[in-house]
């Protein structure tokens, strides 16, 4: 048979020499995700040897690290958890949820040794709000950190918190409030994308 090569010329040619030939491969879904590192420190009193061991939830998000060979006595592991918003209770989360926002860290746990409240070091929380984007609701919304807060654990737990009291409609944050009730006031410029002052012991509404 015959074929004829378009946009060269009208001539018809052997399909042996106009053919194109595909090549079939098989592939797998899914990504890869690690598993475990090990590092070692080589030193002249000899060697230390780290390993990272990681577990993950079923959209590929970090759900435990831990870390082993840490050469703190006491410690012969640290261990973090984190938790994302499909694992949170209260309307936001199911609306971040449902808006696919899988990955967001919400809150995470560092441990001594085993994932036991004794044991329990630290705590990372963020809380997340609902806002609209400007004055109709028909703009939309958008889920942003209402406030942070850290615990350490100890003799007696000490928390740090910061509140983000309001957003303008581009999603940056125009006032904060520290745990003492300090307030401070954060002015944007070149279109909203850079913080150009701030003012601290005014509120916004003022």
């Known amino acids: 048979r015959t074929a004829r090569v ?5 001539t018809p ?22 598993a475990s590192r090990t590092e070692t420190l080589c030193e002249t009193n000899g060697s230390i040897t780290r390993t990272t061991a990681y577990t993950h939830d079923a959209y590929g998000n970090v759900k435990t690290v831990t870390e082993s060979g840490l050469g703190i006595p006491g ?14 209770t209260g309307s936001v989360y199911a609306d971040m949820a ?26 990372q929380a963020t809380a997340f ?6 004055q109709s609701s028909s703009r939309g919304y958008f889920f942003a950190p209402s406030s942070q807060t850290l615990t350490i654990r100890g003799n007696t737990a000490s ?10 409609y581009r999603g940056n944050a125009i006032e904060t409030e ?14 909203g994308t850079h913080p150009v002052a701030q003012v601290q ?5 003022a």
């Open 6 to 10: 378009y946009g060269i010329d009208e």
């Open 13 to 34: 040619v052997p399909e042996q020499y106009s053919e194109i030939q595909s090549i079939t491969t098989d592939l797998s879904q899914g990504r890869s995700l690690p």
């Open 75 to 88: 410690f012969t592991s640290g261990i973090a958890t984190t938790k994302y918003a499909d694992e949170m």
């Open 98 to 123: 449902a808006a696919n926002m899988l990955s967001v860290p919400v809150e995470t746990n560092v441990y001594r040794n085993s994932t036991t409240d004794s044991n329990l070091l630290t705590t």
């Open 129 to 134: 709000g609902k806002y609209q984007r400007g």
């Open 159 to 168: 928390t740090r918190e910061i509140k983000y009291n309001a957003y303008d």
């Open 178 to 191: 520290t745990m003492d009730g300090q307030r401070t006031v954060h002015l944007w410029g070149y279109g």
């Open 201 to 205: 012991g005014s509120s916004w509404s």
